[in-house]
């Protein structure tokens, strides 16, 4: 079965300093991922989603970079973090098969507190 | 671009009452929609989803959801809530490869 794994599960860092998110995946190959961000009361916002190592597509301009250095690694950065990157950021992959492609599978998250 | 829209923001009601959760979304080709719940301290979990066929769609926990094409809604129902249905619930509309999800609805059951 398809497992997420999301690190760190949460962090605190000062405004100027850099981030690294990390997403690693399991018993799948070649899967699209996701990184989304929970902010409150706004809901879940796609930032990124990948359909292979090295292709990355931004859904909204901001002050987030990810990466896709392996089939199964995601990563989500920033040079210098601002208040407003604070959030719950979470990593998702589709389900498999026909059925379960369209439906997303979320890691349990990485919670950011920027200072 | 699509966008998905649920009308209440936080829900607060007692238990045995009846629970609707509005959701609009705005993309007129076919639409595959989902509601995710995510109970305190949990990940996201899928409750239920619709890809085509009946519009009446069962989900786990005794939710369903009606999608209803000409309204471009996919209303979230229970006819009688527990206090363990209080969690924070989520419509999505998938195009392409993208979900897009509604800002939430946090529901508070009494007991």
């Known amino acids: 079965s398809q497992t997420i794994h999301q690190w760190p599960a949460t962090l605190v860092q000062p405004v100027g300093s850099p981030l690294s998110l990390e997403c690693t995946v399991e018993g799948t190959s070649n899967p699209n991922l996701y990184w989304y961000r929970q902010a409150a009361g706004r809901g879940l916002q796609l930032l990124f989603y990948s359909v292979g190592i090295g292709q990355i597509s931004s859904e909204v301009p901001q002050n987030l970079s990810a990466s896709r250095p392996q089939d199964r690694q995601f990563i989500l950065s920033s040079k210098k973090l601002l208040l407003s990157d604070s959030g719950f950021y979470l990593c998702?992959?589709?389900?498999?098969?026909?059925?379960?492609?369209?439906?997303?599978?979320f890691g349990a998250g990485s919670r950011l507190t920027v200072l | 671009a699509q966008s998905v829209s649920q009308h209440n923001h936080h829900v607060i009601l007692s238990e045995a009452a009846s629970l609707e959760l509005g959701c609009n979304y705005s993309y007129g080709g076919t639409v595959n929609l989902f509601w995710y719940v995510q109970y305190p301290g949990q990940h996201l979990q899928l409750l239920l989803k619709y890809f085509s066929g009946d519009p009446l769609v069962k989900g786990i926990k005794g939710f369903e959801a009606e999608f209803i094409k000409s309204k471009f809604s996919f209303n979230l129902r229970k006819p009688s809530v527990q206090w363990s249905d209080t969690a924070e619930y989520f419509c999505?509309?998938?195009?392409?490869?993208?979900?897009?999800f509604g800002a939430g609805t946090t529901v508070t059951v009494r007991a």
């Open positions: 998702a992959l589709p389900g498999q098969g026909a059925a379960g492609a369209n439906v997303l599978t």
């Open positions: 999505a509309a998938l195009n392409d490869y993208k979900l897009s």
